[in-house]
């Protein structure tokens, strides 16, 4: 059992959650980083549903076909696209040698599913399992060599596919949220029984207006705007979601409408319980990394808790949520870089 990172500072915090209307670019925030080593090629695939899904596939421009590589997938914060902070993640690791695919969850993005936005932890899961398909296809992926990076909400999806999925050999989480947990109770457990049931209330007269042709609505997500009420957590999204730091709006879509879910289907993340049997995992490592000033750090800290060895928990001195997103000073490439080579091993020559 291994925990690291100590000290504690605000710095990080009040960056994040400062009021203003400008975007906040410090601690080498670089959301759109592009490098001159990597070579991107737009991918698309088939999920066990015959959806397509789709995807960005990284390579080293010196990669040697002739070798055996190691494979890591990446899984964007929830609500949000592969564009927005998967790709970042995703060209990092693939400098390091790794072959590496972002994602677009079901309903977002350019994958497929009706109607958009539209909020599905099963098939969410099982994107991840259908770029292991897709990778484990390829001559130059080694199959038994697969790991896979969920950011934000993602990396509960990538928990509860990990459970049924052993083909995902190392597994780890950035900035972590569960989105069964915080949908039920709220953070810190804000939200009462009673509240709850008035969130599903609503959810259901929604599906008697949609079901007669009425239009879809959408719910909670990034505010658009922001005001002198806006909370610190709104502010902290809207930073990175509203201003050109991070704002990404997918061909064919409408402005703005990232990270909001239809309201009819948000309630599907009340029955969703990724860390039941987290434990099951094991001997698969996990590695859980947080921001120690995140308001999300309790869900890292409540898998942690539940999953059994080897297990690893990471705290990122002064670092909020969002700042692992995309402050490329902060977010910790080279612990990452040494997880997957320790748990997936060195290139290799391909077997002919």
């Known amino acids: 059992m291994k925990m690291i990172g100590i000290g504690l500072t605000t710095l990080g915090l009040v960056l994040s959650t400062t009021f203003a209307t400008a975007q906040n670019m410090s601690f080498g925030a670089n959301n759109f980083y592009r490098s001159d080593n990597v070579t991107i090629q737009p991918v698309t695939f088939q999920n066990q549903y015959e959806m397509t899904v789709a995807g960005n596939l990284f390579i080293h421009n010196h990669f040697n076909r002739s070798m055996h590589l190691p494979a890591i997938i990446v899984g964007h914060p929830m609500g949000a696209v592969k564009e927005q902070s998967a790709n970042l993640y995703a060209t990092k690791l693939a400098e390091q040698g790794f072959v590496t695919v972002s994602i677009d969850h079901s309903f977002w993005g350019g994958s497929e599913g009706k109607p958009r936005n539209a909020v599905s932890p099963e098939l969410y899961a099982e994107a991840f399992s259908a770029a292991v398909d ?8 080694d199959r038994e060599r697969i790991g896979a990076i969920g950011i934000c909400g993602s990396g509960s999806f990538v928990i509860s596919a ?9 597994i ?9 947990a915080v949908n039920r109770d709220g953070l810190e457990n804000s939200q009462s029984v009673e509240a709850r049931k008035e969130v599903i209330a609503q959810a259901a007269r929604q599906r008697w207006i949609e079901i007669k042709g009425g239009g879809i609505k959408y719910t909670g997500g990034t505010p658009n705007e922001l005001t002198p009420d806006t909370p610190a957590v709104g502010r902290e999204f809207f930073d990175f979601y509203r201003t050109r730091r991070g704002e990404f709006t997918p061909k064919g879509t409408t402005a703005n409408l990232t990270t909001h879910p239809t309201l009819s289907s948000n309630t599907k993340f009340m029955n969703f319980y990724p860390f039941n049997d987290i ?15 995140a308001h ?4 890292s800290e409540d898998a942690y808790e539940r999953a059994a060895e080897p297990k690893e928990l990471v705290w990122i001195p002064g670092a909020g949520h969002v700042d692992l997103y995309d402050r490329v000073d902060l977010i910790p490439f080279n612990t990452l870089t040494q997880f997957f080579r320790t748990n997936l091993g060195e290139n290799k020559a391909r077997r002919t």
């Open 279 to 293: 434990e099951t995992i094991s001997p698969r490592p996990l590695l859980f990394i947080s921001g120690d000033q």
């Open 172 to 180: 780890a989480t950035s900035s972590m949220y569960d989105m069964g």
């Open 296 to 299: 999300s750090r309790e869900f």
């Open 134 to 141: 897709y990778l484990g296809t390829k001559a130059f992926v």
């Open 162 to 170: 990990a459970k049924i999925d052993p083909r995902i050999k190392a």
